[in-house]
């Protein structure tokens, strides 16, 4: 069973960068494994933030960045803003079909 | 403006069956990928299905094969989600999901997702 695993929980402040994670069970992370990332607040539905390892979408603001980073996904932010707080979740696809969640960073901004 | 909006979700007794409906628009939804993920509650995020634009292809999670059947309807731009032999375990928020545009991946767009809760 595949398994991704991220940070369950980061702490950053106001105006500061922090950077999360995403590792497969099955070994090094490639642009092969499409990563995405997600935003989501409680009480909503998730929001995407970055496709295809580090293409933002219309709408995700340009602190985010996406890359990869000691055979891993990440998902960087610069500049971090209150509003930043939330659960953030990583999707690869195995096999060009299958995708795989990890379990969420909870990111708080204090 | 791209629209996703599930319906069907409720209460259901361990071992019955419920179908769950996404309703598209704003796309041109022959085109599509499309997927269903799932959010128990205070968990996370777990991809349960995806089908081809033309409903050749479908991917399940191990642990809902056999079980859960997806489907959609283009003429009515409608994507489906069968549910049978529902177990404790199968109770979370339901997310209709659209890919990019042209491929496989990513899920740009959700539906702001219906509950099912599997209780005796």
């Known amino acids: 069973q595949t398994v991704v695993t991220q940070e369950p929980s980061l702490t950053v402040s106001p105006g500061g960068t922090v950077t999360l994670t995403c590792a497969s069970s099955?070994?090094?992370?490639?642009?092969?494994?499409?990563p995405n990332w997600f935003q989501q607040k409680p009480g909503q539905a998730p929001r995407a933030l970055i496709y295809?390892?580090?293409n933002r979408h219309s709408w995700t603001p340009a602190r985010f960045s996406g890359s990869l980073l000691g055979g891993k996904a990440a998902l960087t932010l610069s500049g971090v803003q209150p509003e930043d707080e939330a659960e953030y979740y990583c999707?690869?696809?195995?096999?060009?079909?299958?995708?795989?969640f990890g379990g969420g960073t909870k990111l708080t901004v204090l | 403006e791209v629209q996703l909006v599930e319906s069907g979700g409720g209460l259901v007794q361990p071992g019955g069956s419920l179908r769950l409906s996404c309703a598209a628009s704003?796309?041109?939804?022959?085109?599509?990928?499309m997927s269903w993920v799932r959010q128990a509650p205070g968990k996370g995020l777990e991809y349960v299905a995806n089908?081809?634009?033309?409903?050749?292809?479908?991917y399940y999670v191990d642990s809902v094969k056999g079980r859960f059947t997806i489907s959609r309807d283009n003429a009515k731009n409608s994507l489906y989600l069968q549910m049978n032999s529902l177990r404790a375990e199968d109770t979370a928020v339901y997310y209709c999901?659209?890919?990019?545009?042209?491929?496989?991946?990513?899920?740009?767009?959700w539906g702001q997702g219906t509950l099912v809760t599997v209780s005796s």
């Open positions: 999901a659209r890919a990019l545009s042209g491929g496989v991946t990513g899920l740009p767009f």
């Open positions: 704003g796309f041109i939804f022959s085109t599509h990928v």
């Open positions: 089908i081809k634009q033309d409903g050749s292809e479908k």
């Open positions: 099955t070994g090094t992370v490639t642009s092969g494994y499409y």
């Open positions: 295809s390892t580090s």
């Open positions: 999707l690869l696809y195995y096999g060009g079909t299958q995708g795989v």
